[in-house]
């Protein structure tokens, strides 16, 4: 199983749950690229963040709805609630998304009421880390040039986490470009996560003979955009 940013969170979670829940599945390993795994860490430094304020309010909302000891009310500062919820009715990967990112510098103080790690909302990011044992092999990647899903924060969660079950690797992607560009893996950086996925499952690997294939697909059908220029 592998997967990307938020899939990268989900994956984290099929390793935990998969002998339990589909052990006829067969999982035997589990690869994530800069996964969101430290879900209170991200949620703290969002705001801080270009474009933190539309991440805050689809984390908010959604979190809202699906647990009724989170009310939106209680982490939205009054005078920000109608744009909050207006960005988080937008899809991140749509036109709409620039409306959402022109409302959100209309703000000059924090749209928050409090921290989104306290009360309610942050036992349920708590909750919805994946801090389980995975029973197979684990790869996380991390690009060190990401402004998202900072390396340090990776490193931390591998090192408090994963390893406390089995070993766990953490190899890291540089990425030319400027700290907010990440990107899909270019076919060169493919290769380094296939040979370190093939060394952690060394008995399997197989399974992980097309994912360079697999990163070039995607890359094909959605191409990398280039690093804006300063």
């Known amino acids: 199983m592998w997967g990307h940013s938020q899939g990268g969170h989900a994956v984290l979670w099929t390793g935990i749950a998969a002998p339990a829940y589909a052990p006829d599945a067969h999982v035997v390993g589990v690869a994530a690229f800069a996964p969101a795994s430290d879900l209170p860490a991200l949620a703290a430094r969002l ?4 474009g933190g304020t539309v991440l805050s309010s689809f984390v908010i909302q959604a979190y809202a709805e699906a647990y009724r000891d989170v009310t939106f009310n209680h982490y939205v500062r009054p005078a920000a609630r109608i744009q909050i ?6 899809c991140l990967n749509e036109p709409e998304l620039f409306v959402s990112v022109l409302e959100s510098t209309i703000f000059t103080e924090s749209v928050l009421a409090r921290s989104p790690t306290r009360g309610g909302l942050g036992q349920r990011l708590a909750e919805n880390t994946p801090t389980g044992p995975i029973p197979v092999p684990v790869l996380i990647g991390q690009g060190e040039a990401d402004g998202l899903i ?27 470009g400027p ?16 040979q370190a ?19 070039r697909t995607s890359n094909d059908r959605n191409p990398p955009s280039p690093p804006t220029q300063p």
């Open 47 to 50: 705001e801080t963040l270009r």
């Open 85 to 90: 919820r207006e960005m988080a009715s937008r």
């Open 150 to 176: 900072l390396p340090a924060v990776q490193a931390s969660y591998v090192r408090k986490t994963l390893r406390r079950w089995r070993p766990a690797r953490l190899p890291r992607v540089p990425r030319p």
């Open 179 to 194: 700290p907010q560009y990440t990107g899909f893996l270019d076919e060169s950086q493919a290769r380094r996560m296939a």
């Open 197 to 215: 996925l093939r060394e952690a499952a060394p008995a399997s690997k197989d399974r992980w003979r097309n994912i360079t294939d697999a990163v």
